[in-house]
């Protein structure tokens, strides 16, 4: 089975069955969950608790692009492979992107996940511009603004 499957495939078929699967990020992040919606280049995820989200009064669904994806694994054993490729064309960001943009409208804090040469980065805030290529962050607590590639963006949360 796993031979055939693209990640792609693989989430279409999580999605129909309902079944958990884990998703391990090109950064070596894990998640685990329920595929509750896929989209050509994203899809949102049902996160299990105790995975990313530590309180209880928290959404625990994120957007995850599916270029950022290594690997979809099925009740531990069935793998599927992705590629991470260091090159992301536009067309593979519309999802996160339209993520971000519903993030800014809103006006909601966010939690992204970013992808730094290879290691999980995780930062919060909110949403204050986004582009074809950045976007823009006020960071919860210190009030910094930060601007970062979408291509590094691997997921993002709704609080």
Not at 44 to 68: F, M
Not at 109 to 128: A, E, S
Not at 133 to 157: A, H, P, Q
Request: aromatic share 6%; net charge negative; glycine share 8%.
């Amino acid at each position: 089975m796993t031979n055939c499957l693209t990640v792609i495939g693989a989430l279409n078929i999580a999605e129909f069955t309902g079944q958990v699967v884990r998703i391990t990020l090109c950064s070596g992040q894990e998640l685990e969950g329920i595929i509750e919606e896929l989209c050509p280049t994203a899809c949102r995820l049902w996160i299990n608790p105790g995975e990313l989200c530590r309180s209880n009064n928290e959404i625990r669904k994120a957007w995850i692009a599916i270029h950022a994806i290594q690997s979809v694994t099925f009740d531990g054993e069935d793998e599927i492979r992705g590629s991470c490729s260091e090159y992301t064309n536009q067309e593979e960001l519309q999802g996160i992107i339209k993520a971000l943009d519903a993030a800014e409208v809103t006006r909601q804090i966010v939690k992204v996940g970013l992808n730094c040469n290879g290691m999980p980065v995780k930062v919060r805030g909110q949403i204050l511009k986004v582009s074809n290529d950045t976007f823009c962050i006020r960071l919860v607590g210190s009030g910094e603004v930060k601007e970062e590639k979408i291509e590094n963006i691997e997921y993002v949360t709704f609080s």
